[in-house]
Structures are given as structure tokens and as C-alpha cells.
DNA sequence: TTACTTCATGCGGTTAATTGCAGGTTTTAT
DNA sequence: ATAAAACCTGCAATTAACCGCATGAAGTAA
């Protein structure tokens, strides 16, 4: 085999499966492990793939990560502009924290004057540069990793108020498994919240969905509303909504 | 699989999850704990995760407040770094908001263990960047001028707690007419902070010194320490001394 | 054709990277 | 205080990468 040739195909199968092994492209083509890598070495020399010890990467690849934040930073701006369609004027609103709630808080048009509890900071920080509304702290314990405040004395507060909506950014949702959670507080946080609220809105990125992390919050029938950046016709969602789920 | 394919899919479920624990993450890609590690560390070190004990934390998660330019930053920094030196281990501290609390607040040595009751929301962030301080929020609504919590719910939490020192941010403070402000909120959150403190630490720049507003806070006989950038010989504050306050 | 040059390849030996593990220490949680 | 979990360090085994060189193929000019 030409080496022009070898090389093209190497291209070709890194771009199919966005890594290859020098290992097996050896056996494969059967020449040796040196002549691999130096084909490797040119291609990554020409900017056609990545080398890495042990293979190669496609370029596409590599610059996955940065999409993926872009896109699921548009992905969140999607979802926040579908929940706050659900807040009305003079609401009760109770917020947990996390991005995807940040998102929600600057997307509130200004015009609206409703009432918000919240115990993360970041959240409440954006709450309060909004004009109109009325901003609850929520105050125990601060928790350092998530930014928000957990405890019993943050709980019972909570229990205290009959919110008409709550909207809980969540980690990890299932059919099976309801929504899930890794830190023990959060869960203790959501689960009070699902009690003290009319209405339960879930926002969730659509990687997330199908996901389950240790803890559980609550079942999906606990669910009123389950956003997404998709459209609410994604067969991804339709066992959601076959559960009684309102999909926006 | 490939290191690199590895430290992606962990950015990855970061970035998804805010929180990935290392023992988790070892299950999951069947790699030691130990690689885990290395890889959380490389990856830390090239600024694109936080590592923690156990695992680690997305970056989006940890935006800080704006440092806007604080007035007169440098005199503060000399009040904060007198203040500090009142704080022993295990102690409950009480502290306002304001600008000069800030620079308390950056100015805490990192081996400081105490417990820090603040609603201020620009303290409490500060604050939560402490490695070993616990950081109790006082909730209720939160006030949009001055970024902390106010109203009665915060005043009767206030007085649960028996702090052994508290440290006031002031905007007047005068012989005749002791600690005054303009806010009254603030003037019943600041009366209780006084009511709660086995110690009233006072914190003002010298231009504060000597001016009025219309609220009172309470009379200089209540104050047990009054911190300013002078020396505490200055002449300006020899009246105060005289009242049996310590300067320093 | 022949002698010469260039290039690609494989191989032996060496160096470097990666990983898991044993141990001892630090941190955390109870 | 105490026990469990997480951490770090050094080490050894495995594997990949590198270097230099020999071989032979392919091309080139006389």
C-alpha cells in the first residue's frame, strides 16, 4: 500500500470514529507501529487530526467541548424563555439554584412584578438587579460547593410558604427513577420545595434527561411541567408526557 | 481508552452535572481512582475545572461578584486588616454589609476557623470563598439598595443567635448622637446585631467620623471597639476614647 | 543499463508516558 | 475523638514514542 494511500484511509476511519489506536491501525494495514506514527505525526503536523499517546483524535472531536458549553448555553436560554412564559404577575415563585435558573432570572422581562424565594446566591443576585421583583432570601447554613442554603432551618421555611409555582433545575431525570440528585441537602431543598409549591416545574438540559444520579428528589408524577430546549413533539419526551407530564 | 478521550468525557459530565465525584467516575470509565485524580488535577491546572476533595466542580459554577472600585479602597483595607485581628477561632461573628465588611472579608487569614452570620449577599460570597468558614445566611426579603437581607424574620433570627462579636459597617457616627443611618431597615437590623453581640466591633473610615443622619442606631456607649484608618492616638477620635470605647 | 540519490520502511535499543498499587498522611464526617 | 474516605508519593510494569541505522525500492542522470 502506497503511502499517500494508507494515509487517506487513516483520515478517513479517525474522521468515522473520532479516535483511532496506532495499535490497531497497525494490524489492520499491517505495517508497523513506527510507520503508523509517522503517518500520524504528518497528519497531525497538517492539522488533520490530533495526536495524542496511543492514537489519534479527530479535530471535531477536540472542539467539542467548547460547543458543547456554547451550546448548552443556548440550550438554557431556550428553556428559560419557555418558563418564564409560565410566571404570571403577583405569582409566588420558589427557585432552587444552578445555571439553568440563573438563565430564568435574566430572562424575566422587566414589566413583571411577582415575588421570589430563593436560597442561592448567584440567583438571588440576579433577582435583585430585576426592577420589579421582590426578592426572599432564604437563609441557613450556606453550602459552599452549590451555592445555596441547606438545613433544617432553610427546609422548614420553605414548608412555610404555599408558592404557586416552583421551578427545580435539575441534574438528573428519569422514567424510571423520577428526578435524582447527588448531594444530600439538595435533595432535602427540592423535595420541601415540591411540597410547599402548586405547581412543579422541571428545567433540564435534553442530556440530562435520562439520567439518574444516587439520591432520589421525587417520582415523575410529582412533575407538572417538564421543559427542555426541545420541542415538545421529541419522542425523547413522549414517555414523559405519557405520564401525564406537561412537555413545553 | 485514550487519556485524552478520557479528561474529555470528564469536562464533559462536569460541565453537565456542576459536580463529579472521583469514585463515581472511576466506576463509570473503569480506570483506578488514582487515574481519576491525575486526570481531575491536570485538568485543574489547566483552569478547566475546580478540583475538590472527593472530585470536582465545574467552572461556570464559580462566577465572583464584580469588583467595582470601591471608595476609599486603601484606608478600608487598613480598617479590615485591624479588624481581623479581633477574630479568634470558633467564634460567632456577625457582620453587616457594606463595602469595608468586604475587605474584612478578603482580609481573613486562610487558618481562621470561625462561623460568620451575615445577610449581606456581597459578604456572603465573599465569605463562601473561605476555605474554613461557615457561613450562615440570615433570610427575609432582601433589600435591592443595600444587597441584604431585611424585615422581621431577619430581626428575630438576629436574636437567636449570641454571637460573640459583631462587626458594624457605619455610615455616621458622632459623640452626640451616637450611630446613626438613614435606612431604617437597616437601623432594626443593625439595633439587633447590637442586642445579639457580647462585643459591638464599629468600622468607619474617619470621613464618617463626626457626621449625622437621621436614624439612630444607638448611643457610643454601646460601641465596645471603633476601627478607623487613623492611629488611635489621633485627636479626632480622643473624645471617643474618653468614652471608655478602644481604638484601634 | 548502471551508478547514484532519495525516500519509505522496519528493527534494535533507549527514553518517556501512563497506569495501578502499596504505604503513609491528610481531610472529612460522625 | 475516631474511623472512613480521599490524598499523595514513590515504585514497578506495561506500553508508546523516539532515535539511528540498515535495507531495499523507486526514481534519475549519464
Redesign the pocket.
Known sequence: ???KE?QALIIHKVNLHNKI???DLSQEIN?????I???L?ELAHMKKII?????ALSKSFHNSFKHTNIYSFENKKIIARKAVSLIKDGMFVLTTGGTTIIELARALPDDLHATFFTGSLPAAFEYMHHPNIEVIIIGDRLSKNSQITVGGAAISKIKEIKADIAFLGVNAIDIENGITDSDWDIVQLKQAMIESSAKVVVLSISEKVNTTMRLKVCNVKDIDVLITELTPENTMLACYAKSGIEII
Not at 505495517?31 to 510507520?35: A, F, G, K, P, Q
Not at 495526536?51 to 492514537?55: E, L, P, Q, T
Open positions: 500500500m502506497l503511502k494508507r489506536l496506532s495499535s505495517v508497523s507501529e513506527d510507520t506514527r509517522r503517518d505525526n495526536k495524542v499517546h496511543g492514537g
